[in-house]
């Protein structure tokens, strides 16, 4: 077990690597029997998993039998955008905001002004520094914890009902704070033993920051805790094409919550969960933090209806 624990955890690490118009209804005649359709905002669009959660969001629908988008509005916040040029139908459901940068965001008026009057149902926080190897830790400090709790008010001043964000599996649940003398002492980049003696413990305060500032409000927050994310394109061939190939066969040696997640039922496991809790149907999850079996009960259908469209390895789910 102690092997395969270590095993495991090596693969994750080297994982790291790899990843980083209402049309219809009639507002005016009945706009007390006709629910309002909810508005999400989502950072991190032009990630890996951003760019999944954005197509599964594109996806949802109000029912079953309709085409009509569950989601009034799609608000992209960030720096850059995957659409270079969106299709019609995005266009008409998405919005982005650009921003210079994304730290101390609830506090920026004039970049926000477009969505002054918005209200914003649900928030989905898909960020986070992609090689923390290579950074500093008060640079990485600056991401997982300050942009990400200043992320975290914006949406609860918005008046956000649900909020969601990545993090990983095994993040700590009462991680120690980082300190001052930590912070001096790591002022050069950490390099992949030190970000590793460290990175359960940021994302576990990271998931704090996010828990804590929308503790005061009535805030449903929903914790997505992957192991190994699978990509489809892969940035590091050799290295993620053997991963990959080794994946399928590791998996099913490991306990369910470390399974590794296809990067697309990672992106419709946030969309369905978003747009589930608005219904009012809240998929329950240890703590609200959720993993491999949470993601299957979530898409598992959606999902089993696209695998093979993918390349590469099936997922047994
Ligand atoms: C929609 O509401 C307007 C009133 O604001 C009414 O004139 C129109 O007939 C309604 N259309 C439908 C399809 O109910
Ligand atoms: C809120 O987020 C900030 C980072 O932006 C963090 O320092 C703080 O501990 C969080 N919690 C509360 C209760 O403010």
Same mark, same amino acid.
């Given at each position: 077990?102690?092997?395969?624990?270590?095993?495991?955890?090596?693969?994750?690490?080297? =994982? *790291?690597? +790899?990843? %980083? #118009?209402?049309? /219809?209804? !009639?507002?005016?005649?009945?706009?007390?029997?006709?629910?309002?359709?909810?508005?999400? =905002? *989502?950072? +991190?669009? %032009? #990630?890996?998993? /951003?760019? !999944?959660?954005?197509?599964?969001?594109?996806?949802?629908?109000?029912?079953?039998?309709?085409?009509?988008?569950?989601? %009034?509005?799609?608000?992209?916040?960030?720096?850059?955008?995957?659409?270079?040029?969106?299709?019609?139908?995005?266009?008409?459901?998405?919005?982005?905001?650009?921003?210079?940068?994304?730290?101390?965001?609830?506090?920026?008026?004039?970049?926000?002004?477009?969505?002054?009057?918005?209200?914003?149902?649900?928030?989905?926080?898909?960020?986070?520094?992609?090689?923390?190897?290579?950074?500093?830790?008060?640079?990485?400090?600056?991401?997982?914890?300050?942009?990400?709790?200043?992320?975290?008010?914006?949406?609860?001043?918005?008046?956000?009902?649900?909020?969601?964000?990545?993090?990983?599996?095994?993040?700590?649940?009462?991680?120690?704070?980082?300190?001052?003398?930590?912070?001096?002492?790591?002022?050069?980049?950490?390099?992949?033993?030190?970000?590793?003696?460290?990175?359960?413990?940021?994302?576990?305060?990271?998931?704090?920051?996010?828990?804590?500032?929308?503790?005061?409000?009535?805030?449903?927050?929903?914790?997505?805790?992957?192991?190994?994310?699978?990509?489809?394109?892969?940035?590091?061939?050799?290295?993620?094409?053997?991963?990959?190939?080794?994946?399928?066969?590791?998996?099913?040696?490991?306990?369910?919550?470390?399974?590794?997640?296809?990067?697309?039922?990672?992106?419709?496991?946030?969309?369905?969960?978003?747009?589930?809790?608005?219904?009012?149907?809240?998929?329950?999850?240890?703590?609200?933090?959720?993993?491999?079996?949470?993601?299957?009960?979530?898409?598992?259908?959606?999902?089993?209806?696209?695998?093979?469209?993918?390349?590469?390895?099936?997922?047994?789910?």
């Amino acid at each position: 077990m102690i092997v395969m624990n270590v095993l495991n955890c090596f693969l994750f690490f080297l =994982m *790291l690597i +790899g990843c %980083n #118009g209402v049309h /219809g209804i !009639n507002q005016s005649a009945s706009e007390d029997n006709v629910r309002k359709k909810p508005t999400v =905002m *989502l950072f +991190g669009s %032009n #990630g890996a998993v /951003g760019s !999944n959660v954005l197509s599964a969001l594109l996806k949802e629908t109000i029912s079953e039998t309709s085409v009509e988008s569950f989601w %009034n509005e799609i608000i992209l916040v960030g720096r850059r955008f995957p659409f270079p040029s969106p299709s019609a139908e995005e266009s008409k459901l998405i919005k982005t905001i650009s921003m210079t940068s994304l730290q101390d965001i609830d506090q920026n008026e004039d970049e926000l002004s477009s969505i002054q009057d918005t209200t914003v149902d649900a928030c989905i926080i898909a960020l986070g520094v992609g090689s923390p190897q290579d950074m500093t830790l008060p640079y990485w400090q600056s991401v997982e914890i300050d942009m990400i709790g200043s992320i975290t008010r914006l949406c609860v001043q918005k008046g956000a009902k649900y909020i969601s964000q990545l993090s990983s599996v095994d993040a700590e649940e009462s991680p120690v704070p980082i300190t001052k003398k930590e912070l001096e002492k790591y002022n050069t980049p950490l390099g992949w033993i030190r970000m590793l003696m460290l990175y359960f413990r940021m994302k576990g305060l990271s998931e704090k920051a996010v828990i804590e500032n929308a503790s005061k409000s009535n805030v449903h927050v929903s914790i997505m805790q992957p192991s190994q994310i699978v990509t489809e394109t892969t940035r590091y061939e050799w290295f993620d094409y053997i991963l990959f190939k080794l994946l399928p066969v590791i998996d099913p040696l490991m306990p369910r919550y470390w399974h590794s997640v296809h990067v697309r039922l990672l992106g419709m496991a946030f969309a369905k969960d978003a747009a589930n809790t608005m219904r009012g149907d809240i998929t329950k999850g240890k703590n609200g933090r959720k993993t491999f079996n949470d993601f299957v009960q979530l898409s598992g259908e959606d999902f089993k209806a696209i695998q093979s469209d993918l390349d590469g390895t099936k997922w047994e789910l």
